[in-house]
């Protein structure tokens, strides 16, 4: 194999990140990284980004990009403390210019705010290709969970899928975010169960039920099979009625009010108000 993963696990958010290493010239990739938030004291902190960056200070390696599935609703992105450690560039799918319009109207954000992308390095579109070392990072559009959701095909042989898809016995994403979609998130699994079987796939959370450890990885003939959402051949139709039900019952993320506002930003922090002080906002019956 002419590359390596290692995975992070954040406990809080129950998010995966990853380093994705070209063995041939140590030039690597970093897949969805988080940094640490306390909500009740309205602290952020790098912990969890400090792991990955102290792994790749100690195995030397050239990280070239920062690479976000999607507009996070679950952790704030860690893209620009690492990008400020290690100069590398940060990128995402094209699309979330739509999911900058919805939340820049959601946040009454300041007219400065552009919501054209221009906060990240590059913009993916679908079948766009990232040349890293001899790593081949194909962009896979997959939308439903948000307009946005990428995924990164290395090499043809892994799938980074972001939310699209979890472990099989936990089944998809949720679709009822605004811009989301479950009968736009079933054709873009079927794009991804349609590659070949033995294509890992790399989750970005697991919730796993009682008595499993946390995964991250699977491959497409296992979801085929197992994914108790889609598997065995579950029609759209009847995907969808699964999925917007369960979707009816679900609390919103804890963290998704402070997350977007910030990982449309690139993950930037909102500028400062006049006494110097950064401030998030909390929308009230709107969402």
Same mark, same amino acid.
């Given at each position: 194999?002419?590359?390596?993963?290692?995975?992070?696990?954040?406990?809080?958010?129950?998010?995966?990140?990853?380093?994705?290493?070209?063995?041939?010239?140590?030039?690597?990739?970093?897949?969805?990284?988080?940094?640490?938030?306390?909500?009740?004291?309205?602290?952020?902190?790098?912990?969890?980004?400090?792991?990955?960056?102290?792994?790749?200070?100690?195995?030397?390696?050239?990280?070239?990009?920062?690479?976000?599935?999607?507009?996070?609703?679950?952790?704030?992105?860690?893209?620009?403390?690492?990008?400020?450690?290690?100069?590398?560039?940060?990128?995402?799918?094209?699309?979330?210019?739509?999911?900058?319009?919805?939340?820049?109207?959601?946040?009454?954000?300041?007219?400065?705010?552009?919501?054209?992308?221009?906060?990240?390095?590059?913009?993916?579109?679908? +079948? $766009? %290709? @990232?040349?890293?070392?001899?790593?081949?990072?194909?962009?896979?559009?997959? *939308? !439903?969970?948000?307009? /946005?959701? &990428?995924?990164?095909?290395?090499?043809?042989?892994?799938?980074?899928? +972001? $939310? %699209? @898809?979890?472990?099989?016995?936990?089944?998809?994403?949720?679709?009822?975010? *605004? !811009?989301?979609?479950? /009968?736009? &998130?079933?054709?873009?699994?079927?794009?991804?169960?349609?590659?070949?079987?033995? %294509?890992?796939?790399?989750?970005?959370?697991?919730?796993?039920?009682?008595?499993?450890?946390?995964?991250?990885?699977?491959?497409?003939?296992?979801?085929?099979?197992?994914?108790?959402?889609?598997?065995?051949?579950?029609?759209?139709?009847?995907?969808?009625?699964?999925?917007?039900?369960?979707?009816?019952?679900?609390?919103?993320?804890?963290?998704?009010?402070?997350?977007?506002?910030?990982?449309?930003?690139?993950?930037?922090?909102?500028?400062?108000?006049?006494?110097?002080?950064?401030?998030?906002?909390?929308?009230?019956?709107?969402?």
């Amino acid at each position: 194999m002419s590359y390596q993963v290692k995975a992070f696990l954040d406990n809080d958010s129950e998010t995966f990140s990853y380093v994705v290493t070209d063995t041939a010239s140590n030039k690597a990739v970093i897949i969805d990284p988080v940094l640490d938030f306390d909500y009740k004291a309205g602290r952020t902190s790098t912990a969890s980004a400090e792991q990955i960056l102290a792994y790749v200070k100690q195995h030397n390696l050239q990280v070239e990009w920062l690479l976000e599935t999607h507009a996070h609703a679950d952790h704030l992105s860690a893209a620009p403390f690492l990008r400020s450690k290690l100069g590398a560039k940060v990128a995402i799918g094209a699309e979330i210019t739509q999911v900058q319009t919805i939340f820049k109207d959601v946040f009454n954000l300041e007219k400065e705010f552009l919501p054209n992308g221009s906060q990240f390095d590059r913009l993916f579109a679908d +079948g $766009d %290709t @990232l040349q890293v070392g001899e790593l081949t990072i194909r962009a896979m559009h997959l *939308p !439903g969970h948000t307009p /946005a959701d &990428l995924a990164y095909i290395i090499n043809e042989q892994a799938a980074f899928v +972001g $939310d %699209t @898809l979890f472990m099989p016995d936990v089944g998809t994403a949720r679709c009822d975010f *605004p !811009g989301g979609s479950a /009968a736009t &998130l079933y054709d873009s699994i079927q794009q991804l169960l349609a590659l070949p079987d033995n %294509t890992e796939i790399y989750i970005c959370h697991d919730y796993p039920p009682a008595g499993r450890e946390h995964q991250y990885l699977t491959s497409v003939g296992q979801q085929k099979q197992h994914n108790i959402h889609v598997g065995g051949g579950v029609s759209k139709a009847d995907f969808v009625k699964r999925r917007e039900a369960r979707d009816a019952t679900l609390a919103m993320p804890r963290l998704i009010l402070p997350s977007v506002q910030v990982n449309i930003r690139g993950g930037q922090l909102p500028p400062p108000e006049s006494n110097g002080t950064t401030y998030l906002k909390v929308p009230i019956n709107l969402l």
